[in-house]
T-cell receptor, first 115, second 114 residues
Framework: ETGVTQTPRHLVMGMTNKKSLKCEQHLGHNAMYWYKQSAKKPLELMFVYSLEERVENNSVPSRFSPECPNSSHLFLHLHTLQPEDSALYLC??????????????FGEGSWLTVV | GNSVTQMEGPVTLSEEAFLTINCTYTATGYPSLFWYVQYPGEGLQLLLKATKADDKGSNKGFEATYRKETTSFHLEKGSVQVSDSAVYFCALLAGGTSYGKLTFGQGTILTVHP
């Protein structure tokens, strides 16, 4: 139990579907992240919200749309995805204003398969 | 820019063998250093961390020492178990920003046989 909960853990969707991934953190943090982990590729930072404001969008295609309604919840809305978007999507959280000793904690991930 | 380099895997060991996974980094300033572990089918778990030079992080029998002079943070364990089979990621976190931007190594796959 890391304090960062992701749902669903597994998702299969067609290319024309619309679905959402949800993340909730119980650590009192105020920064949240989406990472993508594909086979044989490094971990990729997708989006960052700090104090509920999006502070990074790492050249992610518009078919991925993040939403951060409050500091405890983060969503990734998915629509018209491609098979190459199949991957493990990891949510993470930390305190904002990173200083010495700060740590980023990850959830268990959501395995996405696009068919 | 910041970068992390880990030893190439996969690493295959017998149970009770000694483990070393090398990690070196390049960074400006004074980053924090981390080892994360990913068990099969799971997300990333923080294994240990160190926040300043000569700090030693330790957890579950694993250790790593922050060596500024060699810019290294090698992971060691004296006696591995089958349950240690996983992917290990070295990472650094540069401070002074409004959020944490981790720089990861490429990951090292460890397989431990009985």
């Amino acid at each position: 139990e890391t304090g960062v909960t992701q749902t669903p853990r597994h998702l299969v969707m067609g290319m024309t579907n619309k679905k959402s991934l949800k993340c909730e953190q119980h650590l009192g943090h105020n920064a949240m992240y989406w990472y993508k982990q594909s086979a044989k590729k490094p971990l990729e930072l997708m989006f960052v919200y700090s104090l509920e404001e999006r502070v990074e969008n790492n050249s992610v295609p518009s078919r991925f749309s993040p939403e951060c309604p409050n500091s405890s919840h983060l969503f990734l809305h998915l629509h018209t995805l491609q098979p190459e978007d199949s991957a493990l999507y990891l949510c993470a959280s930390s305190q904002a204003w990173v200083g010495v000793g700060n740590t980023i904690y990850f959830g268990e991930g959501s395995w996405l398969t696009v068919v | 820019g910041n970068s992390v380099t880990q030893m190439e895997g996969p690493v295959t060991l017998s149970e009770e063998a000694f483990l070393t996974i090398n990690c070196t980094y390049t960074a400006t300033g004074y980053p924090s250093l981390f080892w994360y572990v990913q068990y099969p089918g799971e997300g990333l778990q923080l294994l240990l961390k160190a926040t300043k030079a000569d700090d030693k992080g330790s957890n579950k029998g694993f250790e790593a020492t922050y060596r500024k002079e060699t810019t290294s943070f090698h992971l060691e364990k004296g006696s591995v178990q089958v349950s240690d089979s996983a992917v290990y990621f070295c990472a650094l976190l540069a401070g002074g920003t409004s959020y944490g931007k981790l720089t990861f190594g490429q990951g090292t796959i460890l397989t431990v046989h009985p």
